[in-house]
């Protein structure tokens, strides 16, 4: 198999997979902390064949960087009652809880079309 080179790449973290090592997974996280939640999206923005898209996320679900989970039938419980809870951020700093809408990611200086594209389209996907 023939790696792909990301040297040329405006996105400083394709670019540092050069030295980094296991390059998939680096870009697999990237787009899961952009908001993609779903095996079929990684896969088309990605283009990444689907066996090694399941060999990387069963690594990085393996490693803790990730958590596997099913798309409806959840629901978080407290462990001794039972009851359901809901989940928050808080601000590791002070413990202000923080809003789901109160954080965003924005494209860098050296960001190129393709990387602001993404971040435009997860800001969509979280607006929707």
Request: proline share 10%.
């Given at each position: 198999m023939q790696r792909t080179s990301f040297s040329e790449?405006?996105?400083?973290?394709?670019?540092s997979l050069e030295r980094v090592g296991e390059w998939?997974?680096?870009?697999i996280l990237?787009?899961?902390?952009?908001?993609?939640?779903?095996f079929d999206e990684l896969q088309k923005i990605l283009h990444i064949a689907p066996n090694m898209l399941t060999r990387r996320l069963t690594a990085l679900v393996e490693e803790g960087l990730l958590e596997r989970r099913q798309y409806c039938g959840v629901q978080r419980v407290?462990?001794?009652t039972g009851?359901?809870?809901e989940l928050m951020r808080v601000d590791a700093n002070t413990g202000t809880p923080i809003a789901g809408n109160a954080q965003v990611t924005?494209?860098?200086p050296a960001a190129d079309a393709t990387t602001r594209e993404r971040i435009r389209a997860a800001a969509e996907r979280r607006q929707a």
């Open positions: 790449m405006q996105c400083p973290i394709a670019r998939w997974s680096i870009l990237r787009d899961a902390f952009y908001g993609l939640t779903r407290d462990a001794e009851k359901p809870v924005v494209p860098g």
